[in-house]
């Protein structure tokens, strides 16, 4: 393996902890106060209020699953990363139709105190950090392997 491999399969590796941290804290928090996420998901004015608790819980679950494959499950990263990225498109337009509507709520992601700071396009700032990682860790991995460098000839 080439050094520049090296330093690509290594950003990948920062990548992926990142963002299993990020997605492991978030979830966390959901299961600490679940009551207050499906409230924090109900606020947001986009879903039937049957499908709320369902819709909540899964967010809870797919964040947990995502943060074990991106921390501890190797064969399952880059399927995690895809999810990632569909649940950060997903967050991001929520918050945007919100912040539009100019709903002032809490946006439910690290912090769902009724206190917490309300919506703000420095939210949807973060998503698109979080998904410029992401894009990272695709490009990072793809360069890392050995036939990365290999011509077809």
């Known amino acids: 393996m080439s050094r520049d491999q090296k330093i690509y399969r290594l950003t990948y590796w920062i990548a992926c902890f990142i963002l299993g941290g990020t997605f492991a804290l978030a979830a966390y928090i959901k299961f600490v106060d679940p009551a207050a996420f499906v409230l924090a998901v109900e606020q947001y004015k986009l879903l039937p ?14 964040e947990t699953c995502c943060a074990v494959c ?12 895809w999810v990632v990225l ?6 991001s337009g929520a918050i945007t139709i919100n912040l539009i509507r100019g709903a002032q709520i809490t946006c439910g992601c690290f ?12 939210t949807v700032w973060r998503n698109l950090m979080l998904m410029a990682l992401v894009g990272l860790a695709f490009v990072a991995q793809k360069r890392s392997r050995p036939d990365a460098g290999a011509t077809n000839g």
Request: avoid cysteine.
């Open 70 to 81: 991106l921390l501890a499950v190797p064969r399952l990263r880059r399927p995690a990363l």
């Open 86 to 91: 569909g649940l950060l498109i997903v967050f």
């Open 49 to 62: 209020s049957g499908l709320v608790k369902m819709t909540a819980v899964g967010f809870q679950w797919l």
């Open 111 to 122: 912090n769902n105190a009724p206190d917490a700071e309300p919506l703000s396009w420095m």
